[in-house]
């Protein structure tokens, strides 16, 4: 299949290397060109100059880049996408963005002919690498099936989620639930090095019943090091962490711990802390708990 | 080996089962008189009256009340356990108390010439039942030589965390683990509610990654239906939290997501559901949320 | 002089009057029509039907509506304010707003040879009605100076905080000062309910101190009866708070009490509060309190 | 009368001097004697060497330690006040404790046919010297009767609010509400110095409407000038709040501001800021926020 894909960062790169993989016949774009020739040079595929000559031959363009605004600006426009895309075309968004763009971007492909489905995914940067990552999609259950085998390529567990902006509000929920796990686990850990005990024996221990997580087997071990680069960064999470708090606004759900969490993100980034991982909350509290 | 019992509540009642079942001697008692009696008829051992009586010839006490102020009730006075168990007896309480009446009465005990081990467990009523705690234990090493297999009658994990206290401490990161997962689950899932996703289906895909949890695997579908009787009560709950966050003062350790959590428990409480589980943070937010 | 009024609100409606009561030649516009004829009726101005007619041949044009979006309405496109109002116009806002939607619409009035003063308000609806508000300013001096002997009509201090954003942000201080005095205060209420102190009289005491303020003076006897009808409503306080919130992220800045007090608030929405006095916090405690 | 007064701390040096610039014949004790003999050359009056010499032949005795465990210290046991005091003695606290420990003095104290008032105080050290003082008592009427006249010397306002335990609780609600009003303002200070306003200017405007507090005219120009050495230290404070809790988890009263800004101090204390001022909450802000 004729694909584009746009926006050729640490999750999109991968991404599109495993579209490539698959023998479409991948034309990629990339903001900062650089990017788009040396992809085009490693995996074979063309790269376009501009939006409009990547999009307009394309059965399929999957895009990922960073957040709502940066959608407005592929998206919409005499040169974004919608306006140059042909009619009967499937769009794919795998950025992490509110629902109320997701919709906003359906509706209005839905005007000009074309399908768009909303795909955040999770599983970080090694899942993008490996092909595994979670997807959680919105859209109408067509325009799916037509996406699920694409995205098969790197995703191991492709859903719909329901109509225009569920596979956002889907990841949404992800992220409220990583805040409440992470701060939990390094409120623990951060307790745990101040009555004495040693870190680790008390995590083996714990891991086995009730306040076992995801985070505890995969993150603690590091934070205990102090080691922050381990994923998904600061400065993305606050910007989920808006989202969510943003719909919440809207939907009358009420997220005390999320909008708690948010701002102790907030000192993470004042600590210098931006690019570190979202596993940092625990240098927050070492910090100030010397 | 001749073993006292104390204690025959919902924990400590099949945790001294297991101990007679292992053919220990086993003598119990119970403040409530009925009830060790009653456990008695059941499992073959004797019943006590009194304390006195009950450790007067024993060579491990083990015990499972409730909190600081009962383990003073037990433990100390002319008819509490020390001043009546034979010296060189071997001391064992899965009470979840705090780490300074852990220290206080393994030091009483020392002076008496006894052993005294704290050992608070996670697991559950169930856990208690199928005798697969994990059992956290702090104390001297040679006492707890002496104690772990006479745990692992209902132990699957028991591990020596350190000196006297260690092990309560252990338990306390333990449910400050819980109480962000817990809270951000619910969150997580009443945000879902509102913003209209089949939340069931959430839990399926966002399980799969860096959101997962025991409690998510174990309590979301509960706590979607609204069941809240599925464990551990928000009542012992609120007095664990509050041990933690005595013990975080007295450690110079900083926990805003427990001490806020915890009120968010007494909102629970203040809704009539101190005898609810601890996922009934759910509860909390629909009521708010409507 | 020549001033236009736009938004007969419960703000706007008694400003635009105090305007009238000064000699002022005003014209009034308001969109739901019947606003400004009854005003009209009321105060011996002229009530326009359209924006462009209104603003046409205005020397001033003093506006306040909702939030931003409402600002985008009245203000941008050809219908707006900017496109119509006479080079050299003089235009005051007084909704509160984001500093962000100010620095815009400052930028677009130069770019018309207009001058643009954002001035949001404290005093609430009595401040408007006898004339008492406090105005914050933000826009440069030579426009300030025009604007603040027209604003003396309404206001009892006008001060410009700097250029232009600066009355919003102002005002935000003011707003996250606010969040945390109440919030404080309806704490001490509802621990006074819960404990059995006569309420009142602990307010009389400790009013006499440290824990002195203008809301505990002016809505602590309101709050007692369980009266939230003086003032300020919930829903424009979180559209604030909002504000303040989405500001504080770009600047890097952390408000942990202000991102939950937010929360709190909606939780009283959800209570059906929305329309409530910022007070109500109180509420909130005692729904939860029993 | 004669009076004997205990703890010749901050508070109760100045306190004492009052009673003896009124021609009470005033006896002092001091833990640390060199204090007692120290304020006897100052003042004029006698100093004891132990607890039961002091109070043998008092009338009344007025202690001003510094928490519950120091007046389990000072009051209990064979060399207490209770078991040394005469018959008919006026007992009159001004520590900041527990309502529960005030309650239990005064059941001591009426089975030694003495009378216990719990006495805490606000106006701190200034209020002290310049005896302006706010007393918020707890005690039967009789015994309040006696004990009013005496604190005049150095209390503006002395008011009874109900049985033992009363005085403290109202403490309390001051504590609860200063803790609000201080996290609020902190946070709009540093918001304002984020964004770039000038701080002062923004204070003296806000000032004078609904955010107006006590804190904000007497604490707002040190905060900004990163002055906390004017007043009640940051220890005090947690050890305050710590019994504001406790209390609110007897009396089931959830204070989850309450409980952050707790946590917040522990921050302060983590920097070092134990014995700074209450106000330095904005330190903590301003640490993070660079
Ligand atoms: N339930 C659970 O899921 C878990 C509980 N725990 C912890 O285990 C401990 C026990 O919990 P659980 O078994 O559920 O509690 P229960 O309330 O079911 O049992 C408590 C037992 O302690 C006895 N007891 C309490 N106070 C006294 C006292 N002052 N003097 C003498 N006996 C006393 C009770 O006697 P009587 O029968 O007379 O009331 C009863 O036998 C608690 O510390 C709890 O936090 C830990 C993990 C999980
Ligand atoms: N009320 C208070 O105590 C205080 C309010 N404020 C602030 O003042 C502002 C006004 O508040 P208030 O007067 O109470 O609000 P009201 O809801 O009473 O009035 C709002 C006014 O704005 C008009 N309006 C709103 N949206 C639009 C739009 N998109 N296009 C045209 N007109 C619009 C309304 O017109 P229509 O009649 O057609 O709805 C109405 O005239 C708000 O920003 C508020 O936060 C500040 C301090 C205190
Ligand atoms: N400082 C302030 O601004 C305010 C303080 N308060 C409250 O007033 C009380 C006193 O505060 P403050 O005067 O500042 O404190 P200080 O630390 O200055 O003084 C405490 C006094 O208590 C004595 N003391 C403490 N523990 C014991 C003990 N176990 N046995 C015998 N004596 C003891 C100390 O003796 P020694 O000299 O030997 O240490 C000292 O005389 C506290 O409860 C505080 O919370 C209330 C309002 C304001």
């Given at each position: 299949?004729?694909?584009?894909?746009?926006?050729l960062g640490?999750?999109?790169g991968?991404?599109?290397?495993?579209?490539?993989g698959?023998?479409?016949?991948?034309t990629?774009?990339?903001?900062?060109?650089?990017k788009?020739?040396?992809?085009?040079?490693?995996h074979g595929g063309?790269s376009?100059?501009?939006?409009?000559?990547?999009?307009?031959?394309?059965?399929?363009?999957?895009?990922?880049?960073?957040?709502?605004r940066?959608l407005?600006?592929?998206?919409l426009?005499?040169d974004?996408?919608?306006?140059?895309a042909?009619?009967?075309?499937?769009?794919?968004?795998?950025?992490?963005?509110?629902?109320?763009?997701?919709?906003?971007?359906?509706?209005?492909?839905?005007?000009?002919?074309?399908?768009?489905?909303?795909?955040p995914v999770?599983?970080?940067?090694?899942?993008?690498e490996?092909?595994?990552?979670?997807?959680?999609?919105?859209?109408?259950?067509?325009?799916?099936?037509?996406?699920?085998?694409?995205?098969a390529?790197?995703g191991?567990?492709?859903?719909r989620?329901?109509?225009?902006?569920?596979?956002?509000l889907t990841?949404?929920v992800?992220?409220?639930s990583?805040a409440g796990?992470v701060?939990?686990?390094?409120?623990?850990?951060?307790f745990a090095?101040q009555?004495?005990?040693?870190?680790q024996?008390?995590?083996d221990?714990?891991?086995?019943?009730?306040?076992?997580?995801?985070?505890?087997?995969?993150?603690?071990?590091?934070m205990?090091?102090g080691?922050y680069n381990?994923?998904?960064?600061v400065?993305?999470?606050?910007?989920?962490?808006?989202?969510?708090l943003?719909?919440a606004?809207?939907?009358?759900?009420t997220?005390?711990?999320?909008?708690?969490v948010?701002?102790?993100?907030?000192d993470?980034?004042?600590m210098?802390?931006?690019?570190w991982?979202?596993s940092?909350?625990?240098?927050r509290?070492?910090?100030?708990?010397?």
């Amino acid at each position: 299949m004729k694909i584009t894909f746009i926006g050729l960062g640490v999750m999109g790169g991968p991404m599109a290397g495993h579209l490539a993989g698959k023998r479409h016949d991948v034309t990629v774009y990339n903001r900062t060109a650089s990017k788009a020739s040396q992809w085009a040079r490693n995996h074979g595929g063309q790269s376009a100059d501009t939006i409009p000559e990547a999009v307009r031959n394309a059965e399929c363009i999957v895009t990922c880049v960073g957040a709502d605004r940066d959608l407005h600006a592929i998206y919409l426009g005499q040169d974004g996408i919608l306006a140059n895309a042909p009619q009967g075309a499937l769009l794919i968004d795998h950025t992490t963005a509110s629902g109320e763009v997701a919709q906003e971007l359906a509706r209005h492909a839905t005007s000009y002919g074309q399908s768009f489905i909303d795909a955040p995914v999770s599983g970080g940067q090694q899942g993008a690498e490996n092909g595994q990552l979670t997807i959680m999609c919105g859209g109408d259950e067509a325009a799916f099936s037509r996406a699920e085998p694409i995205m098969a390529a790197y995703g191991k567990a492709v859903t719909r989620m329901g109509s225009a902006g569920a596979g956002q509000l889907t990841k949404m929920v992800n992220q409220i639930s990583v805040a409440g796990v992470v701060q939990g686990l390094a409120e623990g850990l951060h307790f745990a090095e101040q009555v004495g005990l040693d870190q680790q024996r008390v995590i083996d221990v714990i891991s086995q019943g009730a306040a076992q997580s995801w985070q505890m087997e995969n993150r603690a071990g590091t934070m205990i090091e102090g080691e922050y680069n381990h994923g998904f960064a600061v400065d993305w999470m606050r910007k989920d962490l808006g989202i969510c708090l943003e719909e919440a606004r809207n939907h009358q759900a009420t997220l005390p711990l999320t909008a708690l969490v948010d701002q102790f993100y907030a000192d993470v980034q004042n600590m210098g802390g931006g690019r570190w991982d979202t596993s940092s909350l625990l240098a927050r509290l070492r910090g100030s708990g010397g």
